[in-house]
């Protein structure tokens, strides 16, 4: 098995940063036919450095809005002694509303990725420091939003994926408890009826448990099916790893996406939106 922290002697190690933001994007099919355009997209260079994006007073009809919004994503070498290269990625939306129904005073959206330095197939350490819902609502009832932003615990030793690690360990429980509930919609259970330990598959879970709150209708964990509206899903943690290194497994390539809000309409209005999303991770390559 090759050293992990040494490249072929032939070949040069150069860090691909990768960090993407937007306050909002997504797809109506009825009352009207129109693309969500990305509001606020930054995405930075692959040779890092730092971008920021804000948007002010948007609205799609009565369908969706905001009143204000911002995104930054930055990518740096660490300068303290221990090294090694970060990804920022961060969303907030103030006043952020969707037919009256799912509503919310501020909405963040924040990860931040950590590479070692000079290690030739890199798993990252991540954080969701800073992410949080600010009275976030559902027809007017608060909903309770205790996050698990440890979701991904320490890195991985031995260069395992963290589909193998906390992050998918706690991704199988939680949706084995989620397959579990009777009644669970279809297009849900669907969604994740999954197997973490599948390389070839993303893993998707939620940085919230349960959603909990006055609310009348039913969650299924951090899903919220609402009739006559849709479904609405809170805090989910896409990822994707590919790739897998011959000699030790690593994946080569690894893709991180948080999403706050995902809204899936399918009565009056049919469409859906993102809120507050973010994309993260980069890595470190032989250059030849």
């Known amino acids: 098995m090759a050293d992990e922290k040494t490249p072929p002697s032939s070949q040069k190690l150069k860090h691909y940063y990768h960090a993407e933001a937007s306050a909002l994007e997504g797809e109506l099919f009825a009352p009207l036919k129109t693309p969500i355009k ?13 971008l920021s994006e804000r948007a002010i007073d948007y609205r799609l009809e009565g369908i969706f809005s905001f009143k204000k919004a911002y995104t930054q994503v930055s990518g740096h070498e660490d300068p303290k002694p221990e090294r090694g290269y970060i990804t920022l990625a961060t969303s907030v939306i103030e006043g952020f509303n969707v037919l009256d129904v799912v509503t919310a005073d501020r ?42 932003l440890n979701l991904f615990g320490p890195k991985p030793t031995n260069n395992q994926p963290h589909s193998r690690g906390e992050f998918g360990a706690f991704a199988a429980k939680q949706s084995e408890k989620l397959l579990s509930m009777s009644g669970l919609p279809s ?3 669907d969604r994740y009826n999954q197997k973490p330990s599948d390389l070839k598959k993303a893993i998707e879970c939620s940085l919230l448990p349960k959603a909990e709150g006055s609310f009348p209708w039913r969650p299924f964990g951090h899903v919220i099916d609402i009739p006559h509206f849709g479904k609405v899903y809170l805090a989910t943690v896409r990822l994707e790893e590919w790739d897998p290194h011959p000699d030790n497994g690593a994946p080569r390539s690894t893709l991180i996406k948080l999403t706050m809000v995902e809204v899936r309409m399918g009565c009056a209005t049919n469409g859906n939106g993102s809120g507050g999303t973010t994309i993260a991770n980069g890595g470190t390559k032989g250059t030849g």
């Open 187 to 189: 297009q849900v259970s």
């Open 38 to 50: 990305p509001q606020a997209y930054v995405k930075v260079h692959e040779d890092g450095g730092y």
């Open 107 to 148: 909405i963040v959206a924040q990860m931040v990725t950590r590479h070692e330095p000079d290690v030739y197939q890199l798993i990252p350490e991540v954080s969701f420091l800073g992410t949080r819902f600010e009275n976030l609502q559902i027809a007017g009832h608060p909903v309770k939003c205790e996050l698990a």
